[in-house]
């Protein structure tokens, strides 16, 4: 089996982070995180609901549709808690608030993005994971530029009803893999990708980052593991053009 390449070991991430969740919509945004997810279908969270982002429940393979998922059905889902998204993110700060919408003062911003679409409700609703093509400075700021997804701190200050099924289970980039499992629910390294350092990963964060001494890297695909993602799931290589070597 040829050398791993960066792109594999961020699907390798993004498949972990619905490990353990069950029976849920997995809503991934970007080509690696759509990997990640058909790889944790075919592995190790077989109960895993796939979408094709419209209308459709899809299966692990290539073109299988499993059922109709009409988008009121979609919605019940997402407000029930039963939906793990995984977004994308323009900015993103220590505690996890996200920023899609603009650049600059959004009374007259500098740039103008998505807007804030459905991210309080993804983050106040179900669990909610990052994915960071571009691990960078512009992206991973002390304070976001206007508040789409919710982070901890405004969780908590929002009190119960904002809090009770709010929850990040991780921000995955192409240097490392990040958490809150802090005392401050504060972001910190929880695995670096093989061939990064925790200088790196320092030098393009723009704001001051727990990275434990004796932090691991992230695992390692299994064979079989690469097989079903260069073969079976992403044989055009998609994930290459996502995260170049």
Not at 181 to 203: F, I, K, N, W
Not at 218 to 240: K, S
Request: glycine fraction near 8%.
């Amino acid at each position: 089996m040829s050398t791993v390449t960066r792109a594999e070991y961020c699907v390798v991430a993004c498949a972990e982070a619905w490990r353990g969740d069950g029976e849920v919509l997995a809503a991934p945004m970007g080509a690696v995180p759509r990997a990640g997810a058909q790889l944790a279908r075919l592995t190790f969270a077989p109960d895993l609901l796939l979408t094709d982002g419209e209308a459709l429940l899809l299966g692990a393979g290539p073109g299988v549709v499993e059922g109709w998922l009409p988008y009121r059905q979609h919605l019940a889902l997402v407000t029930a808690g039963k939906r793990h998204v995984m977004m994308g993110a323009s900015q993103l700060d220590r505690h996890g608030n996200q920023n899609i919408s603009c650049i600059g003062d959004w009374k007259r911003p500098r740039r103008q993005l998505l807007g804030v679409r459905g991210a309080p409700v993804n983050t106040l609703n179900n669990p909610t994971s990052y994915w960071v093509p571009r691990h960078s400075r512009r992206v991973f700021v002390e304070r976001v530029d206007m508040v789409c997804g919710v982070g901890y701190d405004r969780a908590a200050a929002a009190g119960p009803s904002a809090t009770r099924f709010h929850r990040i289970p991780c921000v995955v980039t192409d240097l490392a893999v990040l958490d809150f499992a802090t005392p401050d629910r504060t972001m910190r390294v929880r695995s670096l990708h093989p061939g990064v350092s925790a200088g790196q990963v320092r030098e393009a964060t723009g704001f001051p980052l727990d990275i434990a001494d004796d932090v691991p890297y992230t695992r390692e695909p299994t064979a079989a593991e690469l097989r079903l993602i260069r073969e079976v799931i992403d044989p055009e290589g998609l994930r290459e053009r996502e995260v170049p070597a």
